[in-house]
């Protein structure tokens, strides 16, 4: 058995992001020693703004960011134009990207294929085609780690696009999955599959609000709450996994968080 995740809670988002931060950059440390690249997955929702607070904000954490060493990539995005108000890549582009100071070098950005908006299987298998040309053939890694997965929790307890008792839960061999009937609209997108979702070196979730004490207290205080997806990833990876909540969202939750710093 190892560690249990790690649960570090804050009075607000803005006491949240220089922890937050000092996780990023410890990941992207590591990454950096280890092959000089660091290679990131990121969610929609409120994720990547709270994301460009911590990295554009504050100013904790040992060493700089270097964005130039970036890779990221999209844990889910909805097969929708680049240019629409529910891309997530938009939503990176102009929570993150546009405001990058001058002086930091770009990150290399993996958006999909939009030439596969009517198809979203299509859409799927190319842009895991481009996760093999970037992280080594198919055949010789079985899975793509990311030096960092950042998640964010639905109010039911979904991740990426991994919701609920979806049979794509169960998948083991794909490693980017379509939906074309998604609860959380819209309904076409696609998503990591919980064994690549579950693989990173490090993941970190960020879960804010009033309105996830309830799934909260489900994940972290129940059994039942260790099948949803959220549930799932901290059963597979454990220690490696790090929640980033305020106290709002964890309210009446019984497992212990680490209060005020990581
Ligand atoms: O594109 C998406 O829909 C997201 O990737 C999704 O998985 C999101 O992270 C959660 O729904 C949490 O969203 P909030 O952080 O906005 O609650």
């Given at each position: 058995m190892g560690k249990p995740p790690n649960l570090y809670a804050f009075q607000s988002t803005d006491e949240l992001a220089p922890s937050l931060r000092t996780f990023v950059l410890d990941a992207q440390n590591s990454a950096l020693e280890r092959h000089n690249v660091f290679r990131v997955g990121v969610s929609g929702g409120s994720l990547p703004k709270v994301l460009a607070k911590a990295?554009?904000?504050?100013?904790?954490?040992?060493?700089?960011?270097?964005?130039?060493?970036?890779?990221?990539?999209?844990?889910?995005?909805?097969?929708?134009p680049l240019d629409h108000e529910d891309s997530n890549y938009k939503l990176v582009k102009e929570e993150l990207l546009d405001r990058l100071p001058a002086d930091s070098g770009k990150p290399a950005v993996y958006p999909i294929d939009?030439?596969?908006l009517d198809d979203v299987q299509e859409m799927a298998d190319q842009y895991e085609q481009t996760l093999v040309s970037v992280f080594a053939a198919r055949d010789s890694v079985k899975l793509p780690m990311f030096d960092l997965l950042l998640l964010g929790c639905g109010p039911d307890g979904h991740t990426c696009s991994l919701f609920p008792g979806s049979p794509l839960l169960r998948e083991t061999d794909a490693w980017v999955l379509p939906i074309s009937d998604?609860?959380?609209?819209?309904?076409?997108?696609?998503?990591?599959?919980?064994?690549?979702?579950?693989?990173?070196?490090?993941?970190?979730?960020?879960?804010?609000?009033?309105?996830?004490?309830?799934?909260?207290?489900?994940?972290?205080?129940t059994e039942e709450g260790q099948q949803l997806p959220c549930g799932l990833i901290n059963t597979f990876a454990q220690e490696r996994v790090s929640w980033f909540v305020d106290y709002p969202a964890i309210e009446g939750v019984s497992f212990p968080a680490r209060r005020g710093s990581l």
């Open positions: 990295l554009l904000e504050s100013s904790t954490g040992e060493g700089k960011v270097q964005f130039d060493k970036w890779e990221i990539f999209f844990a889910d995005e909805r097969a929708v939009v030439k596969y998604s609860p959380k609209p819209p309904p076409k997108r696609i998503t990591l599959s919980l064994p690549v979702a579950s693989h990173g070196i490090k993941i970190g979730f960020v879960a804010t609000g009033g309105g996830k004490k309830d799934i909260m207290k489900q994940i972290f205080d």
